[in-house]
């Protein structure tokens, strides 16, 4: 049966070639003081974009402050400097420029520059923002989805906590996309972000409950296309509509419509993932490929009609005399296509090796975020997850 919903997408979407041109146009609907331009390490200088985003201001006449230098997966020390340098400059909008680590940043100095108090509190659910300063998006990378997602994901270097928080009030007012400002990525940065944008739906998808047919068909679709044009890019990277393709996909699979009627999703993966980058900085979509495989031959047993449907509609197996059968070759033809586009299928090839304690650490943290146990699929508990570790 399906799951009764409520779909909220707030976020106006500028899609195409040379958009970010129009943010200064676009950031004057807004009556803004002044604007903080918001980016990371150094790419989006280099290309020139924050050049031309200055400008795009300056022709509308808005005011504006700079800071750049967020680090992937970022710090929640960063985001306090951030609020300081905020409160300083009296800024009222931060205009993001760059993937999920400048968005979930931007997010961050959104609630801390419009609620008293410490901003981790909101991470660590202990209370609740009841406003935020508006964020836009220059989208630099299809990945994360935090451009229309309504969640904000940092690490606290105290205790290596990786934490996400969920509101709508961090929805983005808009994104600008344009699949041009992507083709300067890494292969490996590009083909974490296909991983993340993949996971986003199947996280969706490998439930027991829900099963909307339109949106299986909608997230079976997104899930191909994103398949398709990732082995695309890894021939072709500046293929502008592979790049499209990718970049679009990106944002539907973390806005809520792949999950609508569903039961919520089974989000461990994420929950495993998380603790691995909180502890050993790894790219998030890299981490996951690690874990992925080793998660779905520990849990397909459970839901398998899930599975099976994957395997067929998903992945395009032929199906075996079993299920069992049908669904393993689904997953192993998944792994086949992470390392066909240079992503790990074991913490091994993801360049780490966890000792026996922080294997531990993981696994309790990971339960104890959840409440002790996580996952839809099959519901998972510290010794699962310390088992998927030690398997993955
Ligand atoms: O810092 P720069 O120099 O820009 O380099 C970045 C960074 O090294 C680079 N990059 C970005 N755009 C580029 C580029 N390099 C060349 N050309 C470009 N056009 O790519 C690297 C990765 O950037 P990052 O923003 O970290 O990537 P991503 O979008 O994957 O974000 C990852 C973060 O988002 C969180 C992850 O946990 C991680 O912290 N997530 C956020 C979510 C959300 N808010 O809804 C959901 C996700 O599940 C995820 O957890
Ligand atoms: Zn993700």
């Known amino acids: 049966?399906?799951?009764?919903?409520?779909?909220?997408?707030?976020?106006?979407?500028?899609?195409?070639?040379?958009?970010?041109?129009?943010?200064?146009?676009?950031?004057?609907?807004?009556?803004?003081?002044?604007?903080?331009?918001?980016?990371?390490?150094?790419?989006?200088?280099?290309?020139?974009?924050?050049?031309?985003?200055?400008?795009?201001?300056?022709e509308a006449g808005i005011m504006h402050a700079e800071l750049g230098g967020v680090m992937p997966n970022p710090r929640l020390a960063e985001v306090y400097q951030g609020i300081e340098f905020g409160r300083k400059e009296q800024v009222d909008f931060i205009l993001a420029v760059g993937g999920g680590s400048v968005i979930d940043s931007a997010k961050a100095i959104g609630y801390g520059l419009?609620?008293?108090?410490?901003?981790?509190?909101?991470?660590?659910?202990?209370?609740?923002?009841?406003?935020i300063i508006p964020v836009g998006v220059i989208l630099t990378i299809a990945a994360a989805g935090s451009e229309m997602s309504n969640s904000t994901v940092?690490?606290?270097?105290?205790?290596?906590?990786?934490?996400?928080?969920?509101?709508?009030?961090?929805?983005?007012?808009?994104?600008?996309?344009?699949?041009?400002?992507?083709?300067?990525?890494?292969?490996?940065?590009?083909?974490?972000?296909?991983?993340?944008?993949?996971?986003?739906?199947e996280e969706r998808y490998f439930t027991p409950g829900g099963n909307m047919e339109?949106?299986?068909?909608?997230?079976?679709?997104?899930?191909?296309?994103?398949?398709?044009?990732?082995?695309?890019?890894?021939?072709?990277?500046?293929?502008?509509?592979?790049?499209?393709?990718?970049?679009?996909?990106?944002?539907?699979?973390?806005?809520?419509?792949?999950?609508?009627?569903?039961?919520?999703?089974?989000?461990?993966?994420?929950?495993?993932?998380?603790?691995?980058?909180?502890?050993?900085?790894?790219?998030?979509?890299?981490?996951?490929?690690?874990?992925?495989?080793?998660?779905?031959?520990?849990?397909?047993?459970?839901?398998?009609?899930r599975f099976v449907s994957f395997a067929r509609n998903v992945m395009q197996v032929a199906p075996a005399d079993t299920d069992e059968e049908t669904a393993l070759r689904g997953i192993e033809a998944m792994e086949s296509f992470y390392r066909k586009i240079g992503m790990p299928t074991s913490l091994k090839e993801l360049g780490i090796s966890p000792t026996a304690e922080q294997m531990q650490f993981m696994a309790h943290q990971c339960a104890e975020l959840s409440g002790g146990h996580r996952g839809r699929a099959k519901v998972l508990y510290e010794a699962d997850m310390l088992k998927i570790y030690q398997n993955a």
Request: overall charge negative; some cysteine; glycine content about 10%.
């Open 114 to 131: 419009a609620n008293d108090g410490d901003v981790w509190d909101f991470y660590m659910l202990k209370r609740k923002p009841e406003r």
């Open 154 to 201: 940092l690490t606290n270097e105290d205790g290596m906590i990786k934490r996400g928080y969920t509101n709508d009030l961090a929805r983005p007012v808009f994104a600008i996309m344009n699949p041009e400002l992507t083709m300067t990525l890494p292969d490996y940065q590009t083909a974490c972000g296909c991983t993340d944008i993949l996971m986003h739906t």
């Open 1 to 58: 049966m399906y799951n009764n919903f409520n779909y909220y997408t707030p976020t106006r979407v500028i899609f195409g070639k040379d958009t970010e041109s129009q943010c200064g146009a676009l950031i004057q609907q807004y009556h803004v003081h002044k604007v903080l331009i918001h980016y990371g390490g150094h790419s989006a200088v280099k290309s020139g974009l924050i050049d031309r985003v200055k400008h795009s201001l300056d």
């Open 214 to 305: 339109l949106t299986d068909g909608i997230a079976e679709a997104l899930m191909r296309t994103v398949i398709a044009n990732a082995r695309k890019l890894k021939q072709d990277p500046k293929n502008y509509d592979a790049r499209a393709e990718i970049m679009w996909a990106g944002s539907l699979s973390h806005n809520g419509l792949t999950g609508c009627g569903g039961d919520g999703g089974d989000w461990a993966c994420h929950g495993l993932e998380h603790e691995l980058s909180a502890l050993f900085d790894v790219a998030h979509g890299a981490g996951l490929a690690a874990v992925w495989g080793t998660w779905a031959r520990y849990v397909y047993q459970d839901c398998l009609p």
